[in-house]
Each structure stands twice: as structure tokens, then as C-alpha cells.
């Protein structure tokens, strides 16, 4: 990652357009969840949606961190109950009581944005509904830190605490980020940790918070393909991810629905 980048007011307005086509396309595949769908056929739709939009999906090839490890060849991620994040697209149809996450990015215009939501499939356990509430409301939590002035920490803070007040835990092995003209920029946004630790939020500091947030444990590992994580104890897992401008006036979540 490069040194954190700090976005004019016009490079913001551009990151909002990104944003804003992010979070349509994101409503488009949500629209389209139900039982048999295949997640091949979203990532299809996504790239259709991408497309119409002038847009380039930004998680296609985008190169794996594994050594002669193959880059990642879908549109979109998308992690299937256990799953946490990086699913790869294929042929695996949805199943009623399945949860599904869909983690998106976008390059419009040379700027970036990136969501993730979490998807009921037709009727689901009331378990896996106060999963995806609380693993919302954990984000919403967080961006209200992003404020001027604040430490980044805090952002973290936010999140694990609701999290595990409702006795869930966060994932630790992966983090949100900044975001700007690249997907991934300076600094890591944890989704821990402790409210006094990290950079001091400055005006035009655009980040992805994004937590990760378990049933069971926060421990996971990478299946063989080398791209999906899973929950070590095969709890469920929900993903929610908004880009966010640090401003004056407070957070604006660029990619607000």
C-alpha cells in the first residue's frame, strides 16, 4: 500500500460516481437473489451491470498473494454461508435458508469504489437474520467514528464492540482499507482494536470499512483454491461494506443505497 492520500473535493465527487454505480449494481444482485440462482449467473449480471455502466469490475484477475497463486476470476465474491469472504463465482445454485454475501468494486472514470452486502436466500433462521442485523448495525457504528480529529482505532473499536455485545466475534485476518484511485490504499481500517491507536482522521481520507463478523469463533483459513475463506468452526458469516469520505461536515458513505 502507498501512503495514505488525502482527496480533493472534485476527486471525492468522482469517488461518489463510482460509488453510487457500485451501490446499484449491488441492488441489481440483490434483487436477483432466490433459491437456484447460480452464483455464476450473478457474477454474469454484475458484469453486464459493469459494463452498461462504463465501469471496470475491479476483483477480475486481480493478482493472488500466493506465490503461483492464480488471480481471482470473478466479478464479484461470492462467500456462501460459512464462507467469509473471496467465494469464487461457479456453477453452485442457491439454497432457501442460505445466506450469501456479495462483495463488489468498481473502477469508473479512474476511481474506485467497493461494498459488500450480505443476502438472505428466501426465508432464513431468525439466528442467521440477527446475524446480518447486527453485522450491519456493527458497520453503521463504525463509519459513525470516521470523523475529523478521531483515531482510526476507533472505527475498529466501534465495530468489535457491538459485535461482540451481541456474542458475535470479528474477524481478525482481514481488514478494510483506503481506497481511491487504486482498491486498495493506505491505511489498513481494522475492524478491532482499540479507540487511542491508528492515524488521526484527516479531511479527504477515503477508506472501506468492512467487517467480517462470526457466529462462532473469528478464526479461518483458506480453502485449497487458494482465494475462499471459511470459518475454522463452519459458524456462519456475514460481510457489510461501505466506501466512506472522511469530511468536515462528518463520514458520507459513497456508497450509501
Not at 115 to 142: D, F, N, W, Y
Amino acid at each position: 500500500m502507498s501512503a495514505i492520500i488525502l482527496k480533493t473535493p472534485e476527486e471525492i465527487k468522482q469517488m461518489r460516481a463510482a460509488g453510487q454505480a457500485v451501490a446499484e449494481i449491488l441492488k441489481v444482485l440483490e434483487d436477483a437473489v432466490k433459491p437456484g440462482i447460480s452464483t455464476g449467473e450473478l457474477n454474469a449480471l454484475a458484469e453486464a451491470e459493469a459494463q452498461a455502466r462504463g465501469g471496470i469490475a475491479l476483483f477480475k484477475n486481480y493478482p493472488n498473494a500466493k506465490r503461483g497463486g492464480q488471480p481471482f476470476p470473478g466479478a464479484i465474491c461470492a462467500s456462501i454461508n460459512e464462507e467469509v469472504v473471496h467465494g469464487i463465482p461457479g456453477d453452485r445454485q442457491l439454497k432457501a435458508g442460505e445466506i450469501i454475501s456479495i462483495d463488489f468494486g468498481l473502477l469508473v472514470n479512474g476511481f474506485c469504489g467497493d461494498a459488500a452486502i450480505t443476502v438472505p436466500v428466501g426465508k432464513v433462521s431468525p439466528e442467521a437474520e440477527r446475524l446480518l442485523r447486527c453485522t450491519e448495525q456493527a458497520l453503521m457504528r463504525g463509519i459513525a467514528q470516521a470523523r475529523v480529529g478521531q483515531r482510526l482505532g476507533a472505527v475498529g473499536h466501534a465495530v468489535q464492540s457491538y459485535a461482540e455485545k451481541h456474542g458475535y466475534s470479528v474477524v481478525r485476518e482481514f481488514v478494510g482499507h483506503g481506497i481511491g484511485r487504486d482498491m486498495h490504499e493506505a491505511p489498513p481500517v481494522p475492524n478491532y482494536g482499540r479507540p487511542d491507536r491508528g492515524p488521526v482522521l484527516k479531511p479527504g481520507m477515503t477508506i472501506a470499512i468492512e467487517p467480517m463478523v462470526n457466529m462462532g469463533d473469528y478464526a479461518v483459513y483458506t480453502k485449497p483454491d487458494d482465494w475462499t475463506v471459511v470459518t475454522r468452526d463452519g459458524s456462519l458469516s456475514a460481510h457489510f461494506e461501505h466506501t466512506v469520505a472522511i469530511t468536515e461536515h462528518g463520514p458520507v458513505i459513497l456508497t450509501a443505497r
